[in-house]
């Protein structure tokens, strides 16, 4: 069993930078990969960006690459998305998510086993 917490959303203005962290605990939660899903009003959520396990290898949808970073630090067991360049299309509930490993497609899909429950960017022209 994997927890997920969220944090660092906010109200910004565009073009300013934002920073949101996801703490993982529970027995399995230092082998999952971990990733960033985003969900704005009336859309479907889509995928942003997932690491593996230990940080080291990272995945993004290709339209946030260079705006966007994922990262992870393993000794606190949270990974971090690093937000740049915001857009008022950001505004979003963004979700931690995590799985056993990065399936790829499947992830990206959110077939996924653990997500937290959100936190709301908004960002305002």
């Known amino acids: 069993q994997v927890q997920l917490v969220e944090s660092g959303g906010g109200l910004v203005q565009a073009g300013d930078s934002l920073r949101l962290s996801c703490v993982a605990s529970g027995p399995t939660s230092r082998s999952v990969a971990m990733g960033w899903f985003r969900q704005a009003p009336g859309k479907e959520r889509e995928f942003v960006a997932a690491?593996?396990?230990?940080?080291?290898?990272?995945y993004y949808v290709d339209s946030m690459k260079g705006r966007f970073t994922i990262s992870k630090d393993n000794a606190n067991n949270t990974v971090y998305l690093q937000m740049n360049s915001l857009k008022p299309e950001d505004t979003a509930v963004y979700y931690c998510?995590?799985?056993?490993?990065?399936?790829?497609?499947?992830?990206?899909?959110?077939?996924?086993?653990?997500w937290g429950k959100g936190t709301l960017v908004t960002v305002f022209p």
């Open positions: 690491t593996d396990w230990n940080g080291v290898n990272t």
């Open positions: 998510a995590a799985d056993r490993y990065y399936s790829g497609s499947s992830y990206q899909k959110g077939i996924i086993d653990y």
